[in-house]
């Protein structure tokens, strides 16, 4: 993701290219995605973080079409296999199709999507229709994807709720979501993403509604996963303990951009962008005491209508220069073995900052 070169780019199995998400309401346009990059490389996991309303979620979705109305893809492409690169640097040339590009209610992207890449939403019971049971969905999903008779998908359905820690499996798969607790419906929702098999799997918030002991096995289960598939993973999460549990490589997002991204070790113990910087104090350290308090990220984020202009960070950031990080858009710089967009790593920016002000 953030190392170039050939080898590095043909290893990408998503990369996402400039992308750009809006919702059209009569107020006005919230630019939810506003320029975002991101690859997720073959067999790898990669963690979107950020505050609430930051655009995490409506990037998942961008990736699989799911946007729906007043919102729509306005720019950028979403390349699936789309690693290696033509002689012009063109990614379709190598096989990759560009998933933005496509009809959004199309065949192509609806047999995409839950079959080579597969989402768990962040709300768990609006993702499961009450007509169904657990069993409906998972024996359909394994039949779809193997040549095998009922009996034996019921058997492999029953072993994969199991596997995500569901009690008395053989009569939870005749349930109707409704007759289960919130936290077991994200687990078959967990468990159903998994039975196809996928080559990514895009996780939004996954174990926000579990217990820390489940969680634990949800995540031992998906790097097992990962072992024995090669599955990536996109997974978002506001928890920076999973992802340092779980990350490969870490993207940060603030107000619909990416302002930073690198290797998990990069981003906790080198942290560039002051967005980062912020998060990452808001966590108690290990071993700081129970005492020591959790300190927040001053002021909100503001709402996508509202857009501060120049680097969208600046009302809340302890270090803005007046007068250059309220009008210039920062640079996308590589920082450390990061990039990071922030004018601080531009000397010759901040000196002509410091004279204007
Ligand atoms: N259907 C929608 N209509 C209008 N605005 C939306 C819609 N969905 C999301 N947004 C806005 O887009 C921004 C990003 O939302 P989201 O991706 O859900 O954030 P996150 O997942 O990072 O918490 C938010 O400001 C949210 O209000
Ligand atoms: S560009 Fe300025 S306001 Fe934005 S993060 Fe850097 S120092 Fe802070
Ligand atoms: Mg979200």
């Known amino acids: 993701m953030i190392t170039e070169g050939k080898d590095r780019m043909s ?3 998503l990369r996402i290219e400039g992308l750009k998400t809006h919702f059209f309401l009569d107020e006005g346009t919230v630019r939810s995605v506003d320029g ?10 990669v963690c979107l973080v950020g505050e609430s309303g930051c655009g ?36 379709a040339a190598a096989g990759g199709v560009d998933l933005a ?30 007509m169904y049971t657990v069993g409906d969905y998972l024996v359909e999903t ?17 072993g994969l709720l199991r596997r995500v820690g569901i009690p008395r499996p053989e009569q939870r798969l005749d349930a109707y979501p409704f007759q289960l607790s919130g936290g077991m419906c994200q687990r078959v929702m967990i468990a159903i993403a998994l039975a196809c098999g996928p080559s990514l799997l895009i996780a939004d918030e996954p174990t926000t509604a579990l217990d820390v002991t489940t969680q634990a096995r949800i995540l031992d289960l998906l790097r097992e996963l990962q072992d024995e598939t090669e599955m ?19 993207v940060v997002m603030y107000l619909g951009t990416v302002v930073e991204q690198g290797s998990v070790d990069d981003i906790f113990h080198a ?11 808001s966590i108690p350290t290990m071993g700081a005491g129970t ?24 009302p809340r950031c302890d270090q803005a220069i007046a007068g250059l990080c309220d009008t210039v858009d920062p640079p996308y710089l590589r920082a450390g073995n990061s990039l990071s967009r922030c004018v601080l790593h531009d000397p010759e920016l901040v000196s002509a900052g410091k004279e204007l002000s």
């Open 291 to 314: 005492r020591q308090r959790l300190r927040s990220i001053q002021g909100q984020v503001p709402h996508p209508l509202n857009r501060p202009p120049g680097c969208p960070f600046h």
């Open 36 to 45: 975002v990059d991101l690859t997720v490389p073959r067999g790898k996991t």
């Open 232 to 250: 990536s993973m996109l997974f978002i999460t506001h928890d920076l303990g999973v992802v340092a549990e779980l990350a490969d490589e870490v």
């Open 142 to 158: 394994i039949r779809l994807h193997r040549p095998v008779s009922k009996k034996e998908a019921r058997e492999q359905g029953v």
């Open 271 to 281: 942290p560039q962008h002051p967005y980062t910087r912020a998060l990452l104090d």
């Open 101 to 130: 590009a496509l009809d959004q209610r199309g065949e192509q992207l609806r047999r995409i999507r839950g079959n080579e890449i597969s989402m768990v939403f962040q709300e768990p019971m609006a993702s499961l229709s009450p």
């Open 11 to 13: 290893d990408a199995l």
């Open 56 to 91: 995490k979620s409506v990037t998942a979705r961008s990736v699989l079409g799911l946007v729906d109305a007043p919102g729509r893809i306005v720019e950028g492409s979403v390349w699936w296999h789309g690693g290696d690169r033509g002689p012009g640097g063109e990614a």
